[in-house]
């Protein structure tokens, strides 16, 4: 039989938190040994207080933009193998978190969205800026997010920087009026966040062409069971993974 997988999780008492440690306790190949949340006394109130007093395979991060880096170092550090839910994170910072997960010969796995059609929307876009050079990306959330662009976002804004630079109208530095207005460069690619009520999390990636346009968009409702299954994918394909994965979707094939 096969040994169970021990996990950790950061955020336990949040939105997605919770939702992914009940479905670790409910499955038969994994075991929740510990969870952090600073408001919950039946917690523990940091990730290298957990860590340092269970015996853990997997930290998985669902906490926030302001300590989400702190503690994937804190688990690399020991050994512990990370999958990244939380929103914040860089291109530099996961460059850092790659070499680091390196050295101690552990892995991590990424993704701005762990649900199935965000996965999907970075395949999709990927492929249609192979055959089509002008986009921009629209970011939304809901009014208290505190970061912008959004992990979705950032991610898939990072993915078509891979790919190649899309093709601008007017050069940003000849913007007449307030720069800003162009949004933020991510990457080569213009994002525009909205931060406003009723939105949980949607990132939409507009093509254009000569005389048409391509809008492929994800939405995100209001229940935390689309990112269950793909969080708990990446608990059970990171054993034997060495170094940073990026992305949901490099885990579908």
Not at 193 to 203: A, D, E, G, I, W
Not at 231 to 248: D, I, N, W
């Amino acid at each position: 039989m096969p040994e169970l997988i021990r996990v950790c999780v950061a955020g336990v008492t949040g939105w997605t938190g919770s939702a992914v440690a009940k479905a670790v306790e409910a499955a038969t190949d994994l075991q929740l040994v510990a969870g952090v949340a600073r408001s919950d006394p039946a917690s523990f109130s940091s990730v290298v207080e957990a860590l340092d007093a269970a015996d853990a395979d997997v930290l998985v991060d669902y906490t926030h933009a302001g300590v989400v880096k702190e503690n994937v170092f804190a688990a690399i550090t020991r050994g512990v193998g990370v999958v990244v839910g939380s929103s914040g994170l860089t291109a530099a910072d996961y460059a850092e978190i790659d070499v680091r997960a390196r050295e101690q010969h552990v892995g991590v796995i990424a993704a701005g969205n762990f649900s199935v059609t965000a996965a999907l929307l970075l395949r999709f876009a990927a492929d249609a800026a192979r055959h089509l050079d002008a986009w921009e990306l629209i970011d939304y959330a809901s009014s208290g997010k505190p970061d912008a662009p959004s992990g979705t976002s950032r991610e898939l804004a990072e993915r078509l920087d891979g790919i190649r630079a899309p093709r601008l109208g007017v050069p940003l530095d000849e913007t007449l009026g307030a720069r800003d207005a162009r949004g933020a460069t991510v990457g080569r690619t213009q994002v525009h966040s909205l931060r406003l009520p009723s939105f949980t999390v949607s990132t939409e990636a507009v093509f254009a062409a000569e005389g048409e346009r391509l809008s492929i968009r994800q939405d995100a409702g209001e229940s935390p069971a689309p990112y269950v299954a793909g969080t708990l994918l990446a608990v059970r394909a990171l054993p034997g993974r060495v170094g940073l994965t990026r992305g949901l979707d490099q885990l579908l094939d």
